[in-house]
């Protein structure tokens, strides 16, 4: 095949791709935009006669959305924020040392990722009603920050791989512990790489569903996923709020992944070459 | 001597955290759960909780709507696995050649991956709509068909339907990875093959796919467990619906745990399911012949 040819079917290819990733976005955004007569008549608009914000007004007003979306950032950011303590700690034990039981500590990481997490769920919500917090939002701190773990310390420990030692052992030299040259020399080499693993973190907490729905009944308490959960058993044909609902839960995740996006693909590919 | 003792301190302080919180919510819950696989052990009946061996076992082999559950899951996985692989293989190959816009291009494509599934089955629900959707409006017009298709309410098109949505969803991960593996591969392999004149097809088979083939191994072994175990998607698209066609083995336990609160046969469920996790990680390590891959 000529190369002219060979790049006109690429660049096609690419074309057909784009449209249907993004157009099922594109549809949601214009759903939400319509009003109500519009999105429920024929012939469907692909651009919509007239822009509304009412099914955002109505969001607000039949449901109290905007103490969901607190909820869900001060879950998302805390647990994320504990997560990267926790796991940066752990994660560069595990890149500068060999010890006894270092691989099976790895493995026992890798095997949690693996297993049907559901068989955990119904312990667990037994476990938070013993420690006295189902209906609360600590339960989801804890849940998120113990489910990311395993994951941030591969990530982390992948970027970690990439710090030469003889930065920390300099700095040790010069009279350093390991915890302060690993807080003042390594951390802000690493800073890229841990705010990356951040926001994966995150979009992780942002998105969980399965456990908010069994842990929080409580209408202040509860998190956007749940909310729309509970729309859809409620409002199932109010498809002007379900959208933008969907639109407004959509919006953080998909700018921090864009702007992530480099970095997590960075920390990834570490992860799965060298584990 | 106690450089070294200090060294044993700082290692475990550091791990003790982690490895802490993972006995206490991870591990402990999870045996737990697996004890219940044998137990009748009922949320609204909690008195009567028992140990009945195998019954749980025995009452879901016997119900259709978990072996249906079974073939569905063969079926989801086979079928997004391999869709989801070879487009994202496709696109890799062609966006790891430097372009202008590429950047913004990937952004663009690859954002599906920070949606939670179960908005995308939202989203979905709402295209695959039979009066309103766009997918029925958009075949009509391009006179593909002339009456509306229910997708997700007519069973023989259901299971096809949430199938692509899956596909849509996972397409991203493989280009991610495989695109990050393509461009670990070093430019001087390239080189030798060119003076060797080989094609492009030759530089395929013999550089590129051995140098990013475990990377495909490691991908493909890991979606497809992920895959067999998110039921996320369905459950926001038809919620195993219409009259359970399309639960797949993971939305059938949660099914069993949200709505019938029957922990003891949503955990035989998930016992099942380790158990053929554990079957085809060991065929598939042994049809790759790479035992490395486990070696983390």
Redesign the interface.
């Known amino acids: 095949m000529k190369p002219r040819i060979l790049t006109g079917l ?1 660049v096609l ?2 074309a057909l ?2 449209v ?3 157009f ?2 594109y ?2 955004v214009i ?1 939400s935009l319509k009003p109500q007569k519009d ?2 008549s024929f ?2 608009q692909y651009w919509p006669k007239q822009f509304t914000l009412d099914n955002y007004i109505q969001i607000f007003k039949i449901s109290k959305f905007h103490i969901y979306i607190f909820n869900s950032l001060l879950v998302a950011v805390l647990a994320a924020a504990i997560v990267i303590f ?2 940066t ?2 994660a ?3 890149a500068r ?1 060999q ?1 006894r039981g270092h691989k099976q ?4 990481f ?1 095997v ?13 919500y ?2 938070m009603a013993d420690l006295d917090l189902i209906n609360s939002r600590m339960s989801l701190i ?2 998120y ?3 990311l ?2 994951f941030s ?1 591969i990530m982390l420990r992948g970027f970690f791989q990439r710090v030469p030692s003889s930065l920390e052992e300099a700095a040790m030299i010069d009279g350093c512990s ?2 302060t040259a690993l807080l003042r020399v390594i951390i802000p080499v690493m800073l890229p790489g841990i705010a990356s693993t951040f926001i994966f973190a995150f ?1 992780q907490n ?5 456990m908010a ?2 842990f929080i009944d409580d209408e202040a308490l509860k998190t956007l ?1 749940v909310a ?2 509970s729309f ?1 058993m409620k409002f199932d044909v109010d ?1 002007g709020a ?2 933008a609902g ?1 639109v407004l ?2 919006i953080p ?2 700018v ?3 702007f992530a ?1 480099r970095f997590i ?2 920390g ?2 570490q992860g ?2 060298k ?1 | 001597m106690i450089a070294l003792r200090k060294q044993r301190t700082y290692i475990l302080l550091s791990l003790l955290p982690a490895l802490v919180l993972l006995l206490i919510f991870t591990f402990y819950p999870f045996l737990q759960g697996v004890v219940m696989a044998f137990q009748n052990y009922v949320l609204f009946d909690l008195t009567n909780v028992r140990f009945i061996g195998f019954q749980n076992f025995v009452t879901a082999f016997q119900d259709a709507k978990f072996l249906k559950a079974m073939t569905n899951s063969a079926y989801w996985v086979f079928f997004s696995l391999t869709f989801q692989f070879l487009i994202g293989l496709s696109l890799a190959l062609i966006l790891r050649k430097p372009f202008k816009g590429r950047g913004v291009y990937q952004g663009f494509i690859f954002y599906s991956w920070a949606l939670s599934g179960f908005l995308i089955g939202l989203i979905w629900k709402w295209m695959f709509n039979s009066q309103m959707g766009v997918i029925n409006d958009l075949l009509m017009r391009i006179g593909l068909i002339d009456t509306r298709i229910g997708f997700l309410s007519d069973p023989d098109w259901a299971m096809s339907s949430v199938i692509i949505a899956n596909v849509w969803y996972g397409i991203a991960f493989f280009a991610i990875m495989l695109l990050a593996a393509l461009q670990s591969v070093p430019a001087d392999l390239y080189e030798a093959a060119d003076m060797d004149g080989a094609g492009s097809i030759r530089k395929f088979v013999n550089v590129t796919f051995p140098f990013i083939l475990p990377t495909i191994i490691a991908t493909t072994l890991l979606r497809a467990i992920w895959i067999f175990n998110d039921p996320t998607i369905i459950y926001g698209l038809t919620n195993g619906g219409p009259a359970g066609t399309t639960h797949i083995l993971s939305s059938l336990m949660l099914d069993k745990i949200i709505y019938g609160g029957d922990y003891g046969m949503a955990s035989a469920i998930g016992v099942t399911m380790i158990g053929i996790l554990i079957l085809y990680t060991i065929f598939y390590l042994f049809v790759t012949k790479s035992e490395k891959v486990g070696d983390f």
């Open positions: 690429k290819y690419l791709h784009f249907i990733m993004v099922p976005l549809w949601i759903t999105i429920f012939p469907l926790i796991a700690l752990s560069y034990v595990m040392f010890f500590i790895m493995m026992a890798f949690t990722q693996m297993l049907p997490g559901f068989i955990a769920l119904a312990p667990l037994l476990l804890i849940c920050t113990v489910m773990i395993p310390t390991r915890l979009v942002w998105n969980e569903l399965f729905v069994m996923p729309m959960n859809v498809w379900m959208s969907t839960s959509v995740t998909v921090l992944f864009a996006q693909v960075e990834l590919t799965a070459e584990g």
